[in-house]
């Protein structure tokens, strides 16, 4: 158990709707990154935001949008759905100072 | 851009054999884990070592920064350890993991 929560485990959904995956990172990791895990893509970096505030933004779609609360609990908000998005979506962790990512056990989404 | 190669993309073993996966990458290293993706999607870590060598039981990784590669080591492979395994990296003032395609393990009993 890496410590970092992902709720819900597993998500279907229809096209055109839209969906929230939550992440509750380590106990004091300040730091939260959504990654997407898809066929044709593998694992790609979405965003990561930093004790509240997005740090860092890599490709994701304007559909898309992240935020992190003052608990340090994120939420992923994906709208529009396409059949495409349907992927594993992880959330990581790192603690201040380390470099070293703690991943959730991901979302499956699964768009129809 | 930073780039991360796996190879072999696929290993197919006999149980007890051993193995020797590797990742390259092509920048400075802050950052270097290797995750084992069992059946079920959940991302296992493995290790993290930007530098140096560990062991963990049958196990181990070492990663040579100057020369950009990291080696992960399987010993006496057993069924459990199929799966797909990632190397991801990170590098200079950023923090993102930057992925590789992976290596498919299959290990036959």
């Known amino acids: 158990d890496s410590g970092v929560t992902q709720t819900p485990k597993h998500l279907i959904t229809a096209t055109g709707q839209r969906v929230t995956l939550r992440c509750s990172p380590r106990?004091?990791?300040?730091?939260v990154y959504w990654y997407q895990q898809s066929l044709d893509q593998g694992l790609q970096f979405l965003i990561q935001?930093?004790?509240?505030?997005?740090?860092a933004k890599g490709n994701i779609l304007e559909r898309f949008s992240a935020q992190q609360f003052p608990d340090l609990h994120s939420e992923l908000n994906l709208s529009s759905l396409e059949l495409g998005d349907s992927a594993l979506y992880f959330c990581?962790?790192?603690?201040?100072?380390?470099?070293?990512?703690?991943f959730g056990q991901g979302t499956r989404l699964t768009v129809v | 851009g930073i780039q991360v190669e796996q190879s072999p993309p696929d290993l197919i073993l006999q149980e007890g054999a051993n193995s020797t996966l590797r990742c390259n990458f092509s920048?400075?290293?802050?950052?270097l884990q290797w995750f084992h993706q069992n059946p079920w999607g959940q991302l296992i870590n493995l290790f993290y070592?930007?530098?140096g060598t560990k062991q963990n039981g049958r196990l181990s990784a070492t990663t040579v920064a100057t020369e950009r590669y990291s080696l992960l080591y399987i010993s006496s492979s057993q069924t459990t350890d199929s799966g797909v395994y990632f190397c991801?990296?990170?590098?200079?003032?950023?923090?993102?993991?930057?992925f590789g395609k992976g290596t498919l393990l299959t290990v036959n009993p």
């Open positions: 990581a962790s790192s603690p201040l100072g380390s470099t070293e990512a703690f």
């Open positions: 106990s004091g990791d300040l730091s």
């Open positions: 935001y930093y004790n509240g505030e997005e740090r």
């Open positions: 920048d400075s290293v802050n950052n």
């Open positions: 070592i930007p530098s």
């Open positions: 991801a990296y990170s590098g200079g003032s950023n923090y993102k993991l930057t």
